[in-house]
């Protein structure tokens, strides 16, 4: 089986119960360790996540999934973190930890007979989104692009691992849960297929070509599996800490999309 799971969010401030979602993450891993021969984390696993040129003793509060993945990286499972918009200040310290083969771009990997492109999602746009989204919505796409372009910035990311930890944290979980929290007070529902942009952006690629199977992505917080093409599909992973929602692949290249169980 291949599994598919992203955007779990750990540590957020906003939870009322932090360590609920580490704990049915944790209970999901080690229930498919026994079928799993690949495991896909696609981004936002970590509410923030960075890693500073000082020890960080916070990171501590995740030696329990840390050891977890570490596990089964060792039992010969292929496990694979695509950074987020929340995770995506690693420097080589979270592989050391885990063994965990890191991904900082849009990955393609023909896995069971399916060509799969994957990718956490954000700041993914079809390239004519001006012509095709209304005003409101292109200025938010710019305003996000504008900020992604600031946090992927080397010079940036040099100057903030230089802050002491427990500053560069404060900020950082701050900054999270602010997003979290506009998130749960203004939720952003499916927008339909035509102005949904991952789904846009994926049918640009498709079209474009080479084709693939499928276009699994994390980020947006929806759980949707949808067909653009006879035998193409976008794939939505939903979340980890609200839907508990994932997706697995068997060995014929069926995929579904699956809800964990609660007594996980």
Not at 87 to 100: S, V
Not at 180 to 194: A, N, V
Not at 222 to 245: C, E, H, N, P, Y
Request: aromatic share 14%.
């Amino acid at each position: 089986m291949v599994y598919f799971i992203s955007d779990s969010h750990l540590g957020s401030r906003v939870f009322k119960n932090p360590y609920e979602n580490e704990r049915r993450l944790i209970a999901l891993l080690n229930e498919i360790k026994h079928d799993a021969t690949h495991i896909y984390l696609l981004g936002d696993i970590f509410d923030f996540w960075f890693e500073y040129f000082w020890r960080d003793k916070s990171k501590k509060m995740y030696n329990a999934l840390i050891r977890t993945l570490n596990h089964l990286v060792r039992r010969g499972i292929h496990v694979h973190f695509f950074i987020g918009n929340h995770d995506l200040w690693t420097f080589g310290g979270l592989h050391e930890m885990t063994g965990m083969k890191i991904h900082h771009k849009p990955y393609t990997t023909l896995v069971n007979g399916k060509t799969i492109y994957m990718a956490h999602g954000d700041g993914l746009v079809p390239s004519d989104y001006a012509n095709r989204l209304d005003a409101k919505m292109q200025r938010r796409i710019r305003s996000f692009m504008r900020l992604r372009a600031f946090f992927h910035h080397p010079v940036t990311q040099f100057f903030y691992r230089l802050l002491p930890p427990c500053v560069g944290n404060a900020i950082g979980y701050e900054w999270s849960r602010r997003s979290r929290q506009k998130e749960l007070d203004h939720p952003c529902p499916y927008k339909g297929e035509e102005n949904e942009e991952l789904v846009m952006y994926s049918k640009e690629l498709e079209n474009r070509g080479p084709h693939h199977d499928f276009y699994i992505y994390g980020h947006r917080h929806i759980a949707l599996d949808l067909q653009i093409k006879k035998d193409s599909r976008v794939i939505i992973l939903g979340d980890f800490f609200k839907q508990w929602t994932y997706a697995k692949m068997d060995e014929k290249g069926n995929l579904e999309l699956c809800t964990a169980e609660k007594n996980n």
